[in-house]
């Protein structure tokens, strides 16, 4: 048990408060240079900053946003007006959080796979990001749907990998948010989905009791249940949220702090929807469902910004629009209507 005990139980438990969940701003170089393109804004340091300080310092935030998830860039940035990124969440009460793995590599020998690395050198650089404020830090494992894969060996290696994570980052009085993310660009059905998910959740756990990492020090961030974006049937929210919980419930122990999901490519409004529905049929989980999407939370900031300082106003009302309905889709009393009021 972790030195740490008592302080990795408060941070988990404050992840997952009733109403409140994750903010993904923890984009890599690469992937935050994509979002930028689609908006026709160069990716500079600067306008990194300027973005970032946009969702970091949303007035109100901290009503549904319990923490962010930055990158190793941004954690060491500051506000305009001078105060560090993690400073300014705290100040706020948002408790700042770090992706620590350093990317999802082609697997070798396995063509289509990725496994994701990062643990050489961790031990260090928690230590250094807790002195600059992190409670919590994220890793996100890469499962790919396709002709013949996942294979046992990828899905074995990723949980490896995670399990050596968690127990390094609770080593450290950091709550571990495991990451393992079956993606859904594929054209498979919600079966499919299902199937590797759940593989990819026992492999998970079997690694992380293997390794000794606490399970109530410990959040779970994984995908819903869902059918692949290329598929020519889509599975409806009922099934989504039904299929989503079964899955979780056959493969999560109940000890576990917490589950938030990715939105992984899903609208903005489904995301909430999902989650939603979830939060509405079943209310006798034993681990609160919350979120921590980048994306769905994202996506409609972005476009009202556009890389314009003008725009400011009109992106943060975006941003907290979509918290404030995410969290109230944390207990099922989320609806469309809300879509089209101000809040
Ligand atoms: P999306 O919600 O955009 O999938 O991102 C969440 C995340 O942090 C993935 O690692």
Redesign the pocket.
Known sequence: MSKYADELAQTAAAMVAPGKGIL?I??SAPTIKKRFDAINTESTEATRRNYRDLLITAPGSNEYISGM?LFDETIRQSTTDGVTFPQALIDQGIMPGI?VDTGAKDMAGHAGEKVTEGLDGLRDRLAEYRQLGATFA?W?AVITIGDSIPSDACIEANAHALARYAALCQEAGIVPMV?P?VLMDADNSIERCYQVTEQTLQALFHELHRQGVAMQHTIL?V?MIISGKQCPTQADVQEVTDQTVRCLRNTVPASIAGIV??????SAEL?TAHLNAMNAAYKDLPWPLS????????EPCLKAWEGKAENVEAATQALLHREKCNSLACDGRYSAEMEATAL
């Open positions: 993904a923890d984009e998830i992706k994220k996100r990451e993310e961030k995908n999901f990715l939105s992984g490519g899903q995301a979120f921590s999407y980048g994306r769905a939370l994202q």
